[in-house]
Protein backbone atom coordinates (compact mmCIF):
# COMPACT_ATOMS: atom_id res chain seq x y z
CA UNK A 1 0.00 0.00 0.00
CA UNK A 2 1.77 3.51 -1.16
CA UNK A 3 1.22 5.80 1.65
CA UNK A 4 1.72 8.66 -1.29
CA UNK A 5 0.57 9.14 -4.25
CA UNK A 6 -2.42 12.08 -4.72
CA UNK A 7 -0.15 14.15 -6.82
CA UNK A 8 0.49 11.67 -9.11
CA UNK A 9 -0.61 10.82 -12.70
CA UNK A 10 0.96 7.75 -12.62
CA UNK A 11 2.01 5.19 -10.44
CA UNK A 12 6.13 4.43 -10.04
CA UNK A 13 7.70 2.25 -13.11
CA UNK A 14 8.78 -1.07 -11.43
CA UNK A 15 12.56 -0.20 -11.59
CA UNK A 16 11.71 2.44 -9.33
CA UNK A 17 9.72 0.75 -7.04
CA UNK A 18 12.39 -2.34 -7.06
CA UNK A 19 14.66 0.34 -6.11
CA UNK A 20 12.79 2.21 -3.31
CA UNK A 21 11.49 -1.11 -1.71
CA UNK A 22 12.77 -1.67 1.71
CA UNK A 23 10.82 -3.92 3.32
CA UNK A 24 12.38 -7.21 2.51
CA UNK A 25 15.15 -5.82 5.12
CA UNK A 26 13.37 -3.35 7.37
CA UNK A 27 10.43 -5.68 8.43
CA UNK A 28 12.47 -6.36 11.39
CA UNK A 29 11.44 -2.94 12.43
CA UNK A 30 7.70 -3.88 12.75
CA UNK A 31 7.72 -4.73 16.53
CA UNK A 32 9.26 -1.79 17.06
CA UNK A 33 7.35 0.45 14.40
CA UNK A 34 3.98 -1.20 16.29
CA UNK A 35 5.17 -0.19 19.70
CA UNK A 36 6.03 3.37 18.23
CA UNK A 37 2.70 3.86 16.71
CA UNK A 38 1.01 2.68 20.47
CA UNK A 39 2.49 5.49 21.72
CA UNK A 40 1.99 8.50 18.68
CA UNK A 41 -1.49 7.13 19.14
CA UNK A 42 -1.66 7.85 22.93
CA UNK A 43 -0.47 11.37 22.86
CA UNK A 44 -3.25 11.67 19.30
CA UNK A 45 -5.55 10.41 22.13
CA UNK A 46 -4.73 12.66 25.02
CA UNK A 47 -4.57 15.67 22.69
CA UNK A 48 -7.98 14.50 21.66
CA UNK A 49 -6.70 14.50 17.97
CA UNK A 50 -8.40 11.00 17.70
CA UNK A 51 -11.80 10.44 19.43
CA UNK A 52 -11.79 7.93 21.99
CA UNK A 53 -13.93 5.17 20.16
CA UNK A 54 -11.15 5.59 17.31
CA UNK A 55 -8.66 5.49 19.64
CA UNK A 56 -9.97 2.27 21.30
CA UNK A 57 -10.49 0.66 17.97
CA UNK A 58 -6.74 1.68 16.71
CA UNK A 59 -5.04 0.11 19.72
CA UNK A 60 -6.84 -2.81 19.39
CA UNK A 61 -5.93 -3.21 15.93
CA UNK A 62 -2.35 -2.65 16.77
CA UNK A 63 -2.73 -5.17 19.47
CA UNK A 64 -4.10 -7.61 16.93
CA UNK A 65 -1.40 -6.59 14.49
CA UNK A 66 1.80 -7.36 16.99
CA UNK A 67 0.62 -10.80 17.49
CA UNK A 68 -0.11 -11.54 14.29
CA UNK A 69 3.68 -10.15 13.46
CA UNK A 70 5.02 -12.64 15.91
CA UNK A 71 3.19 -15.05 14.68
CA UNK A 72 3.89 -14.72 11.12
CA UNK A 73 0.22 -14.43 10.71
CA UNK A 74 0.95 -10.75 9.04
CA UNK A 75 3.45 -10.60 6.42
CA UNK A 76 4.94 -7.92 3.96
CA UNK A 77 3.73 -8.75 0.05
CA UNK A 78 5.25 -7.70 -2.58
CA UNK A 79 3.22 -4.60 -3.45
CA UNK A 80 4.62 -2.80 0.25
CA UNK A 81 7.17 -0.38 0.03
CA UNK A 82 8.43 -0.51 3.48
CA UNK A 83 7.71 -1.78 7.14
CA UNK A 84 5.42 1.44 7.65
CA UNK A 85 3.46 1.27 4.49
CA UNK A 86 3.18 -2.37 5.17
CA UNK A 87 1.73 -1.86 8.76
CA UNK A 88 -0.49 0.66 7.56
CA UNK A 89 -2.14 -1.79 5.35
CA UNK A 90 -2.32 -3.97 7.86
CA UNK A 91 -4.34 -0.88 10.25
CA UNK A 92 -6.84 -0.08 7.30
CA UNK A 93 -7.33 -3.35 6.60
CA UNK A 94 -8.86 -3.86 10.14
CA UNK A 95 -9.90 -0.66 10.34
CA UNK A 96 -10.89 0.87 7.03
CA UNK A 97 -10.42 4.34 6.42
CA UNK A 98 -9.55 4.96 10.47
CA UNK A 99 -6.42 2.84 9.90
CA UNK A 100 -4.60 6.03 8.28
CA UNK A 101 -5.51 8.17 10.86
CA UNK A 102 -2.54 7.28 12.97
CA UNK A 103 -0.62 9.08 10.40
CA UNK A 104 -1.46 12.56 11.38
CA UNK A 105 1.41 14.55 12.63
CA UNK A 106 3.55 11.80 11.69
CA UNK A 107 6.28 11.27 8.86
CA UNK A 108 7.89 8.30 8.04
CA UNK A 109 10.79 10.60 8.75
CA UNK A 110 10.69 10.93 12.76
CA UNK A 111 9.21 7.48 12.69
CA UNK A 112 11.82 5.09 11.07
CA UNK A 113 14.80 6.74 13.47
CA UNK A 114 12.79 6.18 16.63
CA UNK A 115 12.48 2.63 15.31
CA UNK A 116 15.85 2.21 14.23
CA UNK A 117 17.24 3.61 18.09
CA UNK A 118 14.66 1.46 19.48
CA UNK A 119 16.13 -1.65 17.47
CA UNK A 120 19.43 -0.70 17.99
CA UNK A 121 18.73 -0.17 22.01
CA UNK A 122 17.78 -3.61 21.98
CA UNK A 123 20.13 -5.15 19.96
CA UNK A 124 23.17 -3.43 21.27
CA UNK A 125 21.92 -4.36 25.15
CA UNK A 126 21.81 -8.02 23.76
CA UNK A 127 25.28 -7.90 22.46
CA UNK A 128 26.05 -6.28 25.54
CA UNK A 129 25.21 -9.12 27.53
CA UNK A 130 27.12 -11.82 24.87
CA UNK A 131 30.34 -10.05 25.75
CA UNK A 132 30.02 -10.23 29.30
CA UNK A 133 29.45 -14.52 28.99
CA UNK A 134 32.30 -14.02 26.88
CA UNK A 135 34.48 -12.15 29.66
CA UNK A 136 33.48 -15.22 32.19
CA UNK A 137 35.04 -17.35 29.75
CA UNK A 138 38.00 -15.57 29.36
CA UNK A 139 38.59 -14.20 33.35
CA UNK A 140 37.33 -18.04 34.57
CA UNK A 141 39.91 -19.60 32.10
CA UNK A 142 42.82 -17.15 32.82
CA UNK A 143 41.86 -18.33 36.82
CA UNK A 144 42.98 -21.75 35.80
CA UNK A 145 46.54 -20.56 34.08
CA UNK A 146 48.25 -17.80 36.86
CA UNK A 147 50.54 -19.77 38.39
CA UNK A 148 51.58 -21.17 34.58
CA UNK A 149 54.56 -19.27 32.90
CA UNK A 150 54.41 -18.80 29.49
CA UNK A 151 56.73 -16.46 26.75
CA UNK A 152 54.96 -13.38 26.46
CA UNK A 153 56.12 -11.33 23.16
CA UNK A 154 56.41 -8.75 21.05
CA UNK A 155 56.68 -8.39 17.39
CA UNK A 156 55.84 -12.30 17.66
CA UNK A 157 59.15 -12.68 19.21
CA UNK A 158 59.78 -14.18 22.81
CA UNK A 159 59.96 -10.76 24.86
CA UNK A 160 60.00 -11.31 28.77
CA UNK A 161 57.75 -14.44 30.44
CA UNK A 162 54.96 -13.88 31.72
CA UNK A 163 51.71 -15.53 34.09
CA UNK A 164 49.82 -17.34 30.96
CA UNK A 165 46.32 -16.26 32.72
CA UNK A 166 47.48 -12.51 32.79
CA UNK A 167 48.06 -13.31 28.97
CA UNK A 168 44.55 -14.64 28.98
CA UNK A 169 42.82 -12.32 31.11
CA UNK A 170 43.98 -9.12 29.24
CA UNK A 171 41.19 -9.71 26.23
CA UNK A 172 38.65 -9.07 28.93
CA UNK A 173 40.09 -5.75 29.48
CA UNK A 174 39.64 -4.75 26.12
CA UNK A 175 35.84 -6.28 26.51
CA UNK A 176 35.27 -3.81 29.39
CA UNK A 177 36.24 -0.81 27.27
CA UNK A 178 33.75 -2.37 24.51
CA UNK A 179 30.85 -2.50 27.29
CA UNK A 180 31.59 0.48 28.81
CA UNK A 181 31.43 2.21 25.48
CA UNK A 182 27.94 0.23 24.22
CA UNK A 183 26.72 2.34 27.92
CA UNK A 184 28.12 5.68 26.56
CA UNK A 185 26.68 5.07 23.68
CA UNK A 186 23.25 4.22 25.34
CA UNK A 187 22.87 7.63 26.59
CA UNK A 188 23.32 9.63 23.66
CA UNK A 189 20.31 6.78 21.63
CA UNK A 190 17.94 7.08 24.11
CA UNK A 191 16.86 10.48 22.55
CA UNK A 192 13.26 10.21 21.04
CA UNK A 193 12.99 11.94 17.76
CA UNK A 194 9.14 11.37 17.57
CA UNK A 195 7.13 14.41 17.24
CA UNK A 196 10.05 16.32 14.86
CA UNK A 197 7.47 15.59 11.88
CA UNK A 198 8.71 15.25 8.31
CA UNK A 199 11.32 17.93 9.56
CA UNK A 200 9.73 21.14 11.41
CA UNK A 201 7.80 19.54 13.91
CA UNK A 202 3.82 19.88 14.11
CA UNK A 203 0.98 22.26 14.22
CA UNK A 204 -0.80 19.46 16.13
CA UNK A 205 -0.75 19.55 19.93
CA UNK A 206 1.65 16.61 20.42
CA UNK A 207 4.03 16.36 23.44
CA UNK A 208 7.29 14.54 22.18
CA UNK A 209 8.54 14.49 25.65
CA UNK A 210 5.11 12.87 26.56
CA UNK A 211 5.76 10.34 24.07
CA UNK A 212 9.70 10.06 24.75
CA UNK A 213 9.06 9.32 28.35
CA UNK A 214 6.27 6.19 26.73
CA UNK A 215 8.83 4.50 25.02
CA UNK A 216 11.48 4.44 27.81
CA UNK A 217 13.83 6.91 26.11
CA UNK A 218 15.56 9.09 28.39
CA UNK A 219 15.82 12.28 26.58
CA UNK A 220 13.49 13.73 23.42
CA UNK A 221 14.52 15.75 20.57
CA UNK A 222 15.90 19.34 20.75
CA UNK A 223 16.18 20.87 17.61
CA UNK A 224 13.56 18.50 15.18
CA UNK A 225 15.44 19.02 11.93
CA UNK A 226 18.30 17.66 13.80
CA UNK A 227 16.45 14.87 15.05
CA UNK A 228 14.85 12.93 11.75
CA UNK A 229 18.46 14.09 10.31
CA UNK A 230 20.65 12.48 13.10
CA UNK A 231 22.25 9.02 12.56
CA UNK A 232 25.18 9.31 14.41
CA UNK A 233 24.19 6.88 17.05
CA UNK A 234 23.82 4.04 13.92
CA UNK A 235 27.68 5.26 12.53
CA UNK A 236 28.81 4.77 16.83
CA UNK A 237 26.75 1.67 16.88
CA UNK A 238 28.55 0.30 13.83
CA UNK A 239 32.32 2.09 15.51
CA UNK A 240 31.66 0.00 18.53
CA UNK A 241 30.74 -3.04 16.47
CA UNK A 242 34.00 -2.57 14.25
CA UNK A 243 35.79 -2.30 17.71
CA UNK A 244 34.66 -5.61 19.67
CA UNK A 245 35.40 -7.62 15.43
CA UNK A 246 38.61 -6.11 15.92
CA UNK A 247 39.39 -7.72 19.67
CA UNK A 248 37.72 -10.91 18.66
CA UNK A 249 40.18 -10.90 15.34
CA UNK A 250 43.07 -10.41 18.13
CA UNK A 251 41.65 -13.86 20.00
CA UNK A 252 41.09 -15.32 16.59
CA UNK A 253 44.74 -14.65 15.64
CA UNK A 254 45.93 -16.10 18.91
CA UNK A 255 43.66 -18.89 18.85
CA UNK A 256 45.03 -19.55 15.29
CA UNK A 257 48.59 -19.15 16.07
CA UNK A 258 48.53 -21.48 19.59
CA UNK A 259 47.16 -24.28 18.18
CA UNK A 260 49.13 -24.87 15.09
CA UNK A 261 51.72 -27.58 15.32
CA UNK A 262 54.33 -25.31 15.79
CA UNK A 263 52.95 -23.79 19.11
CA UNK A 264 50.88 -26.83 19.96
CA UNK A 265 50.07 -24.89 23.06
CA UNK A 266 46.32 -24.76 22.67
CA UNK A 267 44.29 -27.82 22.70
CA UNK A 268 40.74 -26.30 20.68
CA UNK A 269 37.95 -28.97 21.85
CA UNK A 270 36.56 -31.20 18.66
CA UNK A 271 33.16 -29.19 18.47
CA UNK A 272 34.72 -26.06 18.23
CA UNK A 273 36.65 -27.06 15.56
CA UNK A 274 36.37 -28.49 12.01
CA UNK A 275 37.43 -30.76 9.55
CA UNK A 276 38.94 -31.11 5.92
CA UNK A 277 37.00 -32.80 2.84
CA UNK A 278 40.50 -34.46 1.44
CA UNK A 279 42.55 -34.53 4.31
CA UNK A 280 41.60 -36.80 7.11
CA UNK A 281 43.98 -35.69 9.70
CA UNK A 282 42.90 -32.21 10.18
CA UNK A 283 41.04 -30.41 12.67
CA UNK A 284 41.35 -26.86 11.92
CA UNK A 285 40.43 -23.70 14.00
CA UNK A 286 37.92 -22.67 11.65
CA UNK A 287 35.89 -20.60 14.51
CA UNK A 288 39.12 -18.69 15.39
CA UNK A 289 39.72 -17.79 11.76
CA UNK A 290 35.83 -16.64 11.13
CA UNK A 291 36.30 -14.34 14.64
CA UNK A 292 39.50 -12.60 12.87
CA UNK A 293 38.02 -12.84 8.69
CA UNK A 294 34.41 -11.52 10.54
CA UNK A 295 36.32 -8.35 11.41
CA UNK A 296 36.34 -7.34 7.76
CA UNK A 297 32.29 -6.67 7.43
CA UNK A 298 32.39 -5.09 11.06
CA UNK A 299 34.75 -2.51 9.74
CA UNK A 300 33.06 -2.20 6.36
CA UNK A 301 29.72 -1.39 7.39
CA UNK A 302 31.33 1.42 9.57
CA UNK A 303 32.64 2.74 6.21
CA UNK A 304 29.85 2.74 4.44
CA UNK A 305 27.46 4.60 6.47
CA UNK A 306 30.05 7.34 7.34
CA UNK A 307 30.63 7.49 3.26
CA UNK A 308 26.71 7.52 3.02
CA UNK A 309 26.36 10.16 5.53
CA UNK A 310 29.49 12.86 4.36
CA UNK A 311 27.83 16.45 2.92
CA UNK A 312 24.42 14.71 3.13
CA UNK A 313 22.08 17.82 3.44
CA UNK A 314 19.36 18.25 5.53
CA UNK A 315 17.01 17.46 6.81
CA UNK A 316 16.22 13.56 5.28
CA UNK A 317 17.01 12.16 2.31
CA UNK A 318 16.27 8.93 0.95
CA UNK A 319 20.14 7.86 0.97
CA UNK A 320 19.38 7.63 5.10
CA UNK A 321 17.15 4.30 3.97
CA UNK A 322 21.03 3.02 3.47
CA UNK A 323 21.84 3.28 7.28
CA UNK A 324 19.82 -0.16 8.17
CA UNK A 325 21.50 -2.70 6.36
CA UNK A 326 25.19 -2.30 7.31
CA UNK A 327 23.54 -2.34 10.75
CA UNK A 328 21.67 -5.17 10.97
CA UNK A 329 24.97 -6.71 9.26
CA UNK A 330 27.24 -5.81 12.04
CA UNK A 331 24.93 -6.92 14.90
CA UNK A 332 23.60 -10.03 13.30
CA UNK A 333 27.67 -10.86 12.71
CA UNK A 334 28.70 -10.14 16.49
CA UNK A 335 26.00 -12.36 17.39
CA UNK A 336 26.86 -15.41 15.64
CA UNK A 337 30.53 -15.00 16.63
CA UNK A 338 30.22 -14.11 20.18
CA UNK A 339 28.64 -16.86 21.42
CA UNK A 340 31.15 -18.87 19.33
CA UNK A 341 34.00 -17.26 20.55
CA UNK A 342 32.72 -17.92 23.87
CA UNK A 343 32.86 -21.39 23.58
CA UNK A 344 35.71 -22.19 22.10
CA UNK A 345 37.44 -20.48 24.79
CA UNK A 346 35.71 -22.26 27.41
CA UNK A 347 36.81 -25.52 26.07
CA UNK A 348 40.11 -24.76 24.74
CA UNK A 349 42.83 -26.45 26.91
CA UNK A 350 46.54 -25.45 27.19
CA UNK A 351 49.98 -27.19 27.39
CA UNK A 352 51.06 -25.86 30.52
CA UNK A 353 54.48 -27.90 30.23
CA UNK A 354 55.19 -26.79 26.90
CA UNK A 355 54.65 -23.19 27.57
CA UNK A 356 57.08 -23.43 30.87
CA UNK A 357 59.54 -25.06 28.94
CA UNK A 358 59.19 -22.05 26.22
CA UNK A 359 58.97 -19.57 28.63
CA UNK A 360 62.64 -18.61 29.28
CA UNK A 361 63.75 -19.43 25.45
CA UNK A 362 65.40 -16.53 23.04
CA UNK A 363 66.69 -15.11 26.01
CA UNK A 364 63.76 -13.66 27.73
CA UNK A 365 65.40 -13.25 30.76
CA UNK A 366 68.04 -10.92 29.81
CA UNK A 367 66.29 -7.94 30.84
CA UNK A 368 66.76 -9.59 34.51
CA UNK A 369 70.47 -8.90 33.81
CA UNK A 370 69.68 -5.21 32.95
CA UNK A 371 67.56 -4.84 36.24
CA UNK A 372 70.17 -6.44 38.38
CA UNK A 373 72.55 -4.08 37.45
CA UNK A 374 69.89 -0.69 37.12
CA UNK A 375 69.15 -1.87 40.81
CA UNK A 376 73.42 -1.43 41.85
CA UNK A 377 73.11 2.22 40.48
CA UNK A 378 74.47 1.51 36.74
CA UNK A 379 72.98 3.52 34.52
CA UNK A 380 70.16 1.65 32.54
CA UNK A 381 71.92 2.38 29.41
CA UNK A 382 75.39 0.46 30.47
CA UNK A 383 72.99 -2.27 32.25
CA UNK A 384 71.12 -2.83 28.73
CA UNK A 385 74.39 -3.10 26.60
CA UNK A 386 76.34 -5.44 29.53
CA UNK A 387 72.85 -7.25 28.99
CA UNK A 388 73.13 -7.59 25.40
CA UNK A 389 76.88 -8.69 25.25
CA UNK A 390 75.27 -11.56 27.42
CA UNK A 391 72.62 -12.57 24.87
CA UNK A 392 75.43 -12.22 21.99
CA UNK A 393 78.18 -14.44 24.63
CA UNK A 394 75.33 -17.14 24.50
CA UNK A 395 74.30 -17.25 21.23
CA UNK A 396 78.22 -18.24 19.46
CA UNK A 397 78.59 -21.10 22.21
CA UNK A 398 74.88 -22.50 22.36
CA UNK A 399 74.04 -21.36 26.11
CA UNK A 400 71.43 -20.05 28.25
CA UNK A 401 72.23 -17.14 30.27
CA UNK A 402 72.77 -18.41 33.52
CA UNK A 403 75.23 -21.01 32.09
CA UNK A 404 77.86 -18.02 31.85
CA UNK A 405 80.58 -18.55 33.80
CA UNK A 406 81.38 -15.77 36.93
CA UNK A 407 84.19 -14.78 35.22
CA UNK A 408 82.44 -14.21 31.71
CA UNK A 409 79.83 -12.57 33.70
CA UNK A 410 82.79 -9.88 35.67
CA UNK A 411 84.34 -9.86 32.51
CA UNK A 412 81.02 -7.99 30.69
CA UNK A 413 80.56 -5.62 33.45
CA UNK A 414 82.50 -5.10 36.95
CA UNK A 415 79.33 -5.26 38.72
CA UNK A 416 77.65 -8.18 37.30
CA UNK A 417 78.85 -11.25 39.86
CA UNK A 418 77.84 -14.67 39.80
CA UNK A 419 74.49 -13.75 42.05
CA UNK A 420 72.46 -12.66 39.08
CA UNK A 421 72.09 -16.21 38.83
CA UNK A 422 69.02 -15.70 41.27
CA UNK A 423 66.89 -13.73 39.29
CA UNK A 424 67.34 -15.65 35.95
CA UNK A 425 64.72 -18.01 36.42
CA UNK A 426 61.79 -17.81 35.17
CA UNK A 427 59.74 -17.92 37.99
CA UNK A 428 62.21 -15.50 39.30
CA UNK A 429 61.65 -12.91 36.86
CA UNK A 430 57.43 -13.06 36.31
CA UNK A 431 57.00 -13.07 40.82
CA UNK A 432 59.21 -10.03 40.85
CA UNK A 433 57.04 -8.16 38.49
CA UNK A 434 54.87 -6.40 40.87
CA UNK A 435 53.88 -2.92 39.77
CA UNK A 436 50.30 -2.40 39.44
CA UNK A 437 48.24 -4.07 36.90
CA UNK A 438 52.07 -6.88 36.34
CA UNK A 439 52.08 -9.93 35.87
CA UNK A 440 53.21 -11.45 39.04
CA UNK A 441 50.67 -14.05 39.70
CA UNK A 442 49.82 -12.72 42.91
CA UNK A 443 48.40 -9.64 40.93
CA UNK A 444 46.91 -11.67 38.23
CA UNK A 445 44.53 -12.87 40.82
CA UNK A 446 43.84 -10.15 42.17
CA UNK A 447 43.24 -8.42 38.15
CA UNK A 448 40.82 -11.37 37.61
CA UNK A 449 38.98 -11.24 40.76
CA UNK A 450 38.56 -7.12 40.36
CA UNK A 451 37.63 -7.77 36.49
CA UNK A 452 34.84 -10.55 37.58
CA UNK A 453 33.68 -8.18 40.72
CA UNK A 454 33.28 -5.67 37.75
CA UNK A 455 31.71 -8.27 35.15
CA UNK A 456 29.15 -8.96 37.57
CA UNK A 457 27.88 -5.37 38.35
CA UNK A 458 28.01 -4.96 34.72
CA UNK A 459 26.02 -7.96 34.13
CA UNK A 460 23.60 -6.77 36.58
CA UNK A 461 23.15 -3.18 34.89
CA UNK A 462 22.43 -5.26 31.81
CA UNK A 463 19.83 -7.10 32.70
CA UNK A 464 17.92 -4.39 34.51
CA UNK A 465 18.26 -2.41 31.21
CA UNK A 466 16.76 -5.08 29.05
CA UNK A 467 14.42 -6.26 31.78
CA UNK A 468 12.94 -2.21 31.76
CA UNK A 469 13.19 -2.12 27.74
CA UNK A 470 10.73 -5.45 27.46
CA UNK A 471 8.51 -4.06 30.02
CA UNK A 472 8.19 -1.09 27.38
CA UNK A 473 7.43 -2.56 24.52
CA UNK A 474 5.43 -5.21 26.06
CA UNK A 475 3.32 -2.26 27.69
N1 LIG B 1 12.02 3.51 4.15
C1 LIG B 1 12.44 4.83 4.48
C2 LIG B 1 13.81 4.80 5.21
O1 LIG B 1 14.19 3.76 5.59
C3 LIG B 1 11.45 5.47 5.37
C4 LIG B 1 11.44 6.94 5.28
C5 LIG B 1 10.90 7.39 3.99
N2 LIG B 1 10.72 8.80 3.99
C6 LIG B 1 10.60 9.50 2.87
N3 LIG B 1 10.50 10.78 2.98
N4 LIG B 1 10.64 8.93 1.70
O2 LIG B 1 14.49 5.76 5.35
Redesign the pocket.
Known sequence: MAL?GGRFAQGPEESVFAL?R??HF?WRLAPYDLRSSKAHLAILKKSGLIAPKDAEAIAQALNELSTEVASGKFVAIDSD????SALERGLTSKLGAVGGALRAGR???D???TD?RLFSIDHMLEIARLITALQVALLEKATEYVNDPAPGFTHIQHAQPVSFGHELAKHAHAFARDLDRINDWLSRTSVSSLGAG?LAGSSLALEPAFTAKNLGFTATFANSIDAVSDRDYVAEALFVCAMIGNHLSRIGEEWTLWSSQEFAWAKVADAYSTGSSIMPQKKNPDMAELARGKSGRLVGNLMSVLTMLKGLPFA?N?D??E??EPLFDSIDTLMLVLPAVTGMIATTDFDRDKMALAAPTGFSLATEIADYLAKKSVPFADAHDAAGKCVAMCDTSGRQLHQLTDAEFLQVHPQLDGGVRDVLTVHGAINSRTTSGGTAPILVAAQIKDALAANTKTEKEIASKRAAFSEMMSA
Open positions: WSSVDEDVHSRNQVTLAYRLQDK
